[in-house]
């Protein structure tokens, strides 16, 4: 049996219309050297079912659906159980490209000393899927390598992270909502060695019901206020709610109308248009990543 280099993991819960647009493309992009880990949390929607029949024909490689605190707790065990010396989290309702992924991965391997690696990022409304826009955080990385800056933000949809930097750098942080937000944070100021690729891992899709979508503002206002004195982060412009703003950029849109009256919020389409939509969509992002301009800067 070969090493595994690369684990692919996802968390979820009740996403069963998503798993089943995402999983066939990750499950055909594979390799030999990767596995899949999916934490599912005890969902009551088919989708654990639909999960634990993958598992038995061996397509998913480690499986457990069991109910887990918050989605920090979740990720955190499919985390733990990942076997390769590489760790990407795939999340289900967005679209990721395996070519790029796989070139991240074929640079970490290259080049052992780095910690992460991310990437510029896409980013759609499932509402109006045509309108593709990219979101990039290359000058606060750049601010950061310069030192002008003790941190900078990142979200985790394009990250890919050495395992054994977990040593070091540790899992999400339970206590946060803005999850990604608190543990890039967290990397950059403990100096972590993070790689920029110029390329796209990922199109992130901004869809109704996701976990960010649910979080209020005071717990981004309070969030904020711990991010800055554990880390003396200014933010982009002084404010975590600002970067909520680039968290709805990227399609982890935090929806404030839907709190107060979820019959605001839009509705997903039917499962043969979401579908056509999703595919559209991966053809877009392996359009955008068919260039040999883009370098990785480390």
Excluded at 44 to 52: F, H, I, R, V
Excluded at 256 to 271: G, H
Aim: aromatic letters at 10%; charged letters at 25%; glycine letters at 4%.
């Amino acid at each position: 049996m070969k090493a595994i280099k690369l684990t692919y993991t996802i968390a979820t819960r009740n996403r069963l219309n998503f798993l089943k647009i995402t999983l066939p493309k990750l499950i055909a992009a594979i390799q030999d050297d990767e596995e899949i880990v999916i934490v599912d949390g005890n969902s009551t929607d088919g989708a654990k079912e639909y999960l634990q029949g993958l598992f038995e024909q061996g397509k998913i490689q480690q499986f457990i659906s069991e109910s887990d605190r918050n989605q920090s707790h979740a990720w955190n065990k499919a985390f733990m159980l990942a076997k390769g010396e590489i760790i990407k989290k795939i999340i289900d309702d967005d679209v990721h490209c395996y070519t790029a992924i796989n070139r991240c991965k074929h640079f970490m391997l290259a080049n052992p000393a780095v910690d992460i690696c991310i990437s510029h990022c896409l980013a759609t409304d499932i509402t109006k899927p045509a309108n593709i826009h990219i979101a990039s955080r290359l000058k606060q990385y750049q601010d950061w390598k310069d030192s002008k800056t003790a941190c900078f933000t990142f979200t985790d949809v394009h990250m890919l992270i050495r395992k054994n930097a977990l040593s070091y750098l540790g899992l999400f942080d339970t206590q946060f909502a803005m999850m990604d937000w608190e543990y890039s944070l967290r990397c950059s100021y403990l100096k972590a060695n993070i790689a920029y690729y110029t390329g796209y891992n990922s199109l992130s899709v901004s869809t109704p019901g996701n976990v960010s979508s649910q979080t209020n503002a005071a717990t981004l206002k309070q969030e904020g206020q711990i991010g800055k004195l554990k880390y003396g982060y200014e933010g982009d412009r002084a404010d975590i709610s600002l970067f909520s703003e680039f968290k709805i950029a990227v399609g982890k849109a935090i929806n404030y109308k839907a709190l107060n009256n979820l019959s605001d919020t839009p509705q997903l389409p039917a499962e043969d248009e979401l579908g056509a939509i999703y595919n559209k969509l991966y053809e877009e992002v392996e359009a955008y990543n068919r260039s040999d301009d883009f370098i990785f800067i480390a």
